[in-house]
């Protein structure tokens, strides 16, 4: 069974919304010592400087795998911090 849906832009949630909901959980609840499926780390790194632009797959990958997460949200953070100078 294949779905295949449109990757658009959703109004609806916000990134924010989006790890606030995931944050709580993930950073603990998928360990994966063993980095399965890892995506490389410039993908995370798309993913937080250009969500949009970021493979789906990526995203979906870090919201079932501790590790990425949290590098994930390190590098989102290290954004931040250099956007707000
Ligand atoms: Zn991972």
Same mark, same amino acid.
């Given at each position: 069974?294949?779905?295949?849906?449109?990757?658009?832009?959703?109004?609806?949630?916000? +990134?924010?919304?989006?790890?606030?909901? &995931?944050?709580?959980?993930?950073?603990? *609840?998928?360990?994966?010592? =063993?980095?399965?499926? !890892?995506?490389? +780390?410039?993908?995370?790194?798309?993913? &937080?400087?250009?969500?949009?632009?970021? *493979?789906?797959?990526?995203? =979906?990958?870090?919201? !079932?795998?501790?590790?990425?997460?949290?590098?994930?949200?390190?590098?989102?953070?290290?954004?931040?911090?250099?956007?707000?100078?």
């Amino acid at each position: 069974m294949r779905t295949k849906k449109k990757q658009k832009a959703n109004p609806e949630i916000s +990134e924010e919304e989006f790890l606030c909901s &995931a944050k709580s959980y993930l950073s603990t *609840d998928f360990p994966n010592p =063993q980095r399965v499926g !890892c995506p490389p +780390e410039a993908q995370l790194n798309t993913l &937080a400087e250009r969500p949009r632009n970021a *493979d789906p797959a990526v995203r =979906q990958h870090i919201t !079932c795998c501790s590790p990425c997460f949290k590098r994930y949200m390190e590098l989102l953070t290290d954004l931040r911090g250099r956007k707000a100078v």
